[in-house]
C-alpha cells in the first residue's frame, strides 16, 4: 500500500503528520486507511480502516483518489 500524506492532516492520538493509503477489495469497493507517520517523529498508530470507497460511485482511479483523501480529512480533524 502506497501512503499519501494528508493536507494539514494530524494523528489525534500525538498530533504529528498522519497518512492514508487504499486497497482494492473484490474489485466493488476500495477501503481507506490512516495511519501516524512513524517516520517524522509520530507514534506510528495505525487507526485501520476509516471508510469505504464504493467502485460503481468512481469513474477513474483518481476519483477514488479524490474520495479517499476527504474520508482520510474528516478522520483527522
Known sequence: MLA?????????NCGEKAVYS???ENSSIWKVYVKCEEDDGG????F????VIKR???DHT???HEKAEKIA?????
Do not use: A, W, Y
Open 62 to 64: 483518481d476519483q477514488m
Open 22 to 24: 487504499s486497497t482494492e
Open 48 to 51: 485501520g480502516r476509516v471508510g
Open 4 to 12: 499519501h500524506k494528508i493536507k494539514d492532516g494530524k494523528c489525534p
Open 43 to 46: 507514534c506510528g498508530r495505525d
Open 73 to 77: 480529512e474528516k478522520f483527522v480533524d
Open 56 to 58: 460503481s460511485n468512481i
